[in-house]
Each structure stands twice: as structure tokens, then as C-alpha cells.
């Protein structure tokens, strides 16, 4: 793979020019024991998407609990942070959380 430089995932959000972004997953493992408490199997059983961006705010930052696309995943806003400073740009962060096939209910 080349090396390159900036947002190279063609990442956007609505509410600003996206500075960085992040996607991530996990899973869940599962562990079976021996009598003397010896770890002998493991299995995964759930895996969850995190997607997380930080952009410059260009419009109305969106509130937690709404569903929002974030790097190509959809999920519910787990976590909304705006932030300012008098030597740059307001900010905003946020990010987004999906677990497996789940049926996922914004807030109103």
C-alpha cells in the first residue's frame, strides 16, 4: 500500500469538514475453562463497529442518541463533543456505535 497523505477514505459528515476520522471494531469473545481454571477454548460471538470523526463545525453539530453515517458505518451517536478556542476553528467530535445486525432506535 502507498503512503498518503490526509482523509484518504473519501469520509463526510453533514455538520462539518471532516479533519480526521477512525473506524474500529471488536469482538466479543467467549472462553471455556478446565477444571484448574485453564482457559481451553475461545470463541467470538458478536463483533461491534465504532466509528469516530472530528471536523471542523460548519453547520449544527448532531445531538447523541441520533443515527448518523461516520467513515462508511451507521450507528447511534454514542458521544457528541463541540469545542472552541480562541486561536482556531470550532470543533466538533463525534462517535457512533453498531453492534452486529442490531436493530438500532434513535432518540426523537
Known sequence: MAISFGVVT???CDYGTVNSSEKATTAEIAQARNAVGLITNEQAYSRTTTAKVTAVLTGTAPAAGTSVAIHGATGLLT?????????GYAMV????TKGDSATQVALA
Open 10 to 12: 473519501g469520509a463526510t
Open 79 to 87: 458521544n457528541v463533543r463541540e469545542y472552541e478556542t480562541n486561536t
Open 93 to 96: 467530535d463525534a462517535e457512533n
